[in-house]
Nanobody
Framework: QVQLVESGGGLVQAGGSLRLSCAASGLPFSSYIMGWFRQAPGKEREFVSRISRGGGNTQYADTVKGRFTISRDNAKNTVYLQMGSLQPDDTAVYSC???????????????WGQGTQVTVSS
């Protein structure tokens, strides 16, 4: 069956960097648009970034634009989120998702990983 497994989360000081990975299996990875979402305590899940099937088209939430970079390696069935200039407001559980549409709405994605915790200290 389809599995999306995130890794790379942890504790980082404000201003620091972290790279998240999401390894996919059980689906034709290169046929799917991949997205990253996050959910902070007491908050709704929000869109972070997405990347097209071939990796040539990306989109970011205004809150992370210029600080985060999404990329993918279709040969490894893996999507990445490079996070820089991290701030305490970035603290959240980060999840990857696979879908067939160019979308920023979580409901438009078909498969989800379990999430990885990112904590940014001040």
């Amino acid at each position: 069956q389809v599995q999306l497994v995130e890794s790379g989360g942890g504790l980082v000081q404000a201003g620091g960097s972290l790279r998240l990975s999401c390894a996919a299996s059980g689906l034709p990875f290169s046929s799917y648009i991949m997205g990253w979402f996050r959910q902070a305590p007491g908050k709704e899940r929000e869109f972070v970034s997405r990347i097209s099937r071939g990796g040539g088209n990306t989109q970011y939430a205004d809150t992370v634009k210029g600080r985060f970079t999404i990329s993918r390696d279709n040969a490894k069935n893996t999507v990445y989120l490079q996070m820089g200039s991290l701030q305490p407001d970035d603290t959240a559980v980060y999840s990857c998702a696979a879908g067939t549409r160019i979308a920023t709405n979580a409901g438009d994605y078909d498969y989800w990983g379990q999430g990885t915790q990112v904590t940014v200290s001040s």
